[in-house]
């Protein structure tokens, strides 16, 4: 029986029995894997809140014939504002869902892991909007997936000189100018292109840190919901359920 000792975040939690659950947990080690919690809910074991939803700590896992199975978690950060607000809560699903989609189980990704952790932190206590939150998420995300949207030059004819006709075309991945615009790209202004490539470029914890008016946001939330949606191929009923809590 092999004891294996990461880091990780908890995405996912499932009852079962009386007494225990199932964890989705991202780990820093192994990616994502499943692992049981026997007696999680018994105040004997002390595992009860230290299981929960988006709790990130030290994790002690002994593997059981493939199976495995949490002996202890120490908490590092339990993003408890999330547990009182049902938007917040909600949001953080859909990202952890988003993550979980990019990765896939079983696949190590420091990258997507410390977005994920960095996002939380920043609608848990930096009073980032949670829209914008969704949108930089969204764009990163793809980003560090392999599908970096191209925002300097058209990604068709390569000019860099739009001659103030901008637009984003999701199917080719970027920006086009007035002359290769096709009929269902979005069109945006030198504002949003700008805000774009600070969100694909800027520093991991520095990717909150920009101002934007609620015009360009609300234009750059319409792009990367389209755009991760159609790299990942799948919608996500999380983000239903996120637009519903919001109204």
Known sequence: MDSIKTRGLIIRSTDYGEANRIL?????????????????????????????????????????????????????????????????????????DLAHTAVGDGNRDESVLRLLLNTLYAICYNGVDLELARTVFEF???????????????????????????????????ILCGKCRRADSFKISEAARRALYYILHAEDKKIFSFNAS????????????????????????TLEYYKKMLK
């Open 140 to 174: 990163r995300l793809a980003a560090v997936g392999g599908y970096l949207p191209e925002c300097e030059h058209c990604v068709a004819c390569n000019t860099d000189d739009f001659g103030g006709e901008l637009y984003f075309d999701i199917a080719r991945g970027g």
């Open 24 to 96: 989705t947990v991202f780990t820093e080690d192994l990616g994502i894997v499943s692992a049981n919690v026997y007696g999680a809910k018994s105040l004997k074991k002390g595992l009860g809140a230290a299981s929960g939803i988006f709790v990130f700590g030290d994790i002690m896992l002994k593997d059981t014939n493939g199976r495995l199975r949490i002996e202890e978690i120490r908490v590092r950060e339990g993003f408890f504002p999330l547990c009182e607000d049902i938007v917040k809560l909600s949001l953080a699903s859909y990202f952890a």
């Open 214 to 237: 609620s015009e360009v946001c609300t234009l750059l939330g319409a792009v990367s919901e389209r755009y991760i949606s159609e790299h990942l191929e799948r919608s996500f009923k």
